[in-house]
């Protein structure tokens, strides 16, 4: 299967004052995100609120993207979680009946967690199973889903199991576990890094295709750090790489998502408001946000709006 390079970000779930949806915002996000060399979305995951979203809502987000990116080689991963295997199931299929998306992705259950490797297998195989026509991804990200299994262990019985298994969206910090996974079978398996603060680090060792949220707004900053470590210049691409995460570090207090948004917004893209159980941003701390950005040169490195 294709292995997939460059940036893929997380879009955030438009949504207006009244908290109902806007997918009308879609087209303009779409040019917004390709005219900053973003590769893809991974739509319907953590920063686009998927959980906090109806199965029908998810649905209207996967069509408005869907019919954004026509004639463009533009990349949709759908995430398909839920902790209902039939509704899981039911929003894979879906997403697989829409003819521009690329992959399906998925999270184990993490309410009443599978206790096992073979039943975290199982579990994906059967929503897979809905979408046997697209790359399917399993989303490793232990810090929200309690799921632990390495991926070491995951993808061996995966792969047994799930014809069209592509890869992993790999959100976690266990580098160990990145690296020897991508060596399994000749590397056969696809790793997406999934955690922005340590890009650099996953570059080292072998990344080539990354999914992370501040891609939205600072996109420019990942490239010049990446080709700064590419031409071997290894302290700007450090230095480069902590300032991403002091930026991360300054939003998180604010709300991390609903902070993001009001990024988005000031660079020209109306995300809206977030819905609970995400804390909002106030108009207050909007401004001292943009003030603290400032003093850290953000905006040199942020997106820009055509």
């Known amino acids: 299967m294709e292995k997939v390079t460059g940036l893929i970000t997380a879009p955030h779930t438009p949504i207006k004052a009244n908290g109902t949806i806007n997918p ?12 900053n060399g973003i590769r893809g979305i991974f739509l319907n995951g953590t920063t686009s609120e998927g959980y906090q979203l109806t199965n029908d809502e998810r649905r209207v987000m996967a069509e408005a993207w869907n019919d954004a990116v026509k004639g463009t080689d533009f990349k949709i991963f759908v995430f398909a979680g839920h902790l209902s295997v039939n509704d899981a199931s039911s929003l894979a299929a879906h997403a697989a009946s829409l003819d521009h ?7 184990g259950p993490f309410y009443q967690k599978p206790t ?7 579990w994906c195989s059967v929503v897979a199973a809905a979408a046997p026509d697209k790359p399917f991804y399993y989303y490793h990200i232990p810090v ?18 799930i014809p069209n298994l592509a890869g992993v ?30 890009a650099m680090a996953s570059r080292a060792i072998g990344a080539k295709g990354y999914i992370g949220s501040t891609y939205n707004f600072m996109a420019p900053l990942f490239f010049r750090m990446f080709d700064a470590f590419d031409a071997g210049d290894r302290e700007k691409a450090v230095s480069l790489q902590k300032l991403a995460i002091r ?4 939003i998180v207090p604010y709300g991390y998502i609903s ?8 660079l020209g893209m109306p995300n809206g408001i977030v819905r609970m159980p ?7 701390e909007k401004t001292k946000l943009l003030i603290d950005l400032n003093s850290l040169n953000f905006f040199e490195y942020a997106c820009r709006k055509s």
């Open 101 to 107: 998306i690329y992959g399906i992705s998925l999270t």
């Open 278 to 284: 995400h804390r909002q941003i106030s108009e207050g």
């Open 24 to 35: 009308d915002v879609v087209p303009d996000y779409f040019k917004f995100l390709l005219n």
């Open 144 to 161: 929200l889903t309690g799921i632990t299994t390495p991926m070491t262990q995951f993808l061996p019985l995966a792969g047994e199991k």
């Open 259 to 266: 902070a993001c948004k009001a990024i988005m917004q000031e």
């Open 247 to 250: 930026i991360i570090r300054l």
């Open 169 to 198: 969206k790999f959100t976690h910090n266990d580098l160990e576990d990145f690296m020897m996974a991508g060596e399994l079978e000749n590397g056969k398996y696809d790793l997406l890094a999934g955690i922005d603060e340590i």
């Open 116 to 122: 096992t490797p073979e039943l975290l297998v199982e």
